[in-house]
Each structure stands twice: as C-alpha cells, then as structure tokens.
Nanobody, 125 residues
Framework: QGKLEESGGGLVQPGGSLTLVCTVSGRILEFYSIGWFRQVPGKEREGVSCISITDASTHYLDSVKGRFAMSRDDSQNIVYLQMNDLKPEDAAVYYC??????????????????WGQGTQVTVSS
C-alpha cells in the first residue's frame, strides 16, 4: 500500500519558476519508476518526466528539456519537479504517479494504481 500527494502548484508569470513536491508514503519508491504527468482539459495526459527504478536515469518530455529538473530524496520519500522558464503551454494539472514505462522514448503511467490528487499549475501574465 502506498500513497502519493502533490503540492507546490500555483499561479506564475511566463518565465517564472515553481517547484512541485510529491510526498510518497509506503514503499513505492523502492519498487517503481516514478513520474510526473500533466493533463489539460480536453487533451490526453502526457508524461513530463520520470526517474527509472532500473538505473535511476531521468527522462523528460522534449518540450521541457533544459527547463525542468526532476529529483528524489529517498531519505524523506519525496520527489521534486523543478520547473523553470515556465510557458503558458505548461499550464495543466500535474500529477505524480508510478511510471510503467520510463526511458528516453516514452514516459507512460499505464494502469498505475498509484496517483496523487494533482496540483494545478497556471502560467499567465
């Protein structure tokens, strides 16, 4: 059993920064790749970044490479997503979830049973 809870969303101007936090309970990080996903109403959910359980490699959606950085603190069971130079197209509800597939080609949650409730990111002037 485990649980994920996101925080850190909010309203930011274009070019601004936010840090999302995913607090993990249980042993999820010991057994699963972990990812950040986002969804805009009317659009499909997309994988933003993930850390692979296999080799701890980190992977990013092309449109966020160089701007976003994902990290994890296993001592505190926390996963971070540092988002810099935010653009209006980054606005979405961001979710933390286990990633069924996590590599350079795909960030995919699949039928993950572990999802947070989401945190809203709004990018607007």
């Amino acid at each position: 059993q485990g649980k994920l809870e996101e925080s850190g969303g909010g309203l930011v101007q274009p070019g601004g920064s936010l840090t999302l936090v995913c607090t993990v309970s249980g042993r999820i990080l010991e057994f699963y790749s972990i990812g950040w996903f986002r969804q805009v109403p009317g659009k499909e959910r997309e994988g933003v970044s993930c850390i692979s359980i296999t080799d701890a490699s980190t992977h990013y959606l092309d449109s966020v490479k160089g701007r976003f950085a994902m990290s994890r603190d296993d001592s505190q069971n926390i996963v971070y997503l540092q988002m810099n130079d935010l653009k209006p197209e980054d606005a979405a509800v961001y979710y933390c979830a286990t990633a069924f597939l996590c590599d350079s080609d795909i960030i995919y949650a699949g039928d993950s049973e572990y999802w947070g409730q989401g945190t809203q990111v709004t990018v607007s002037s």
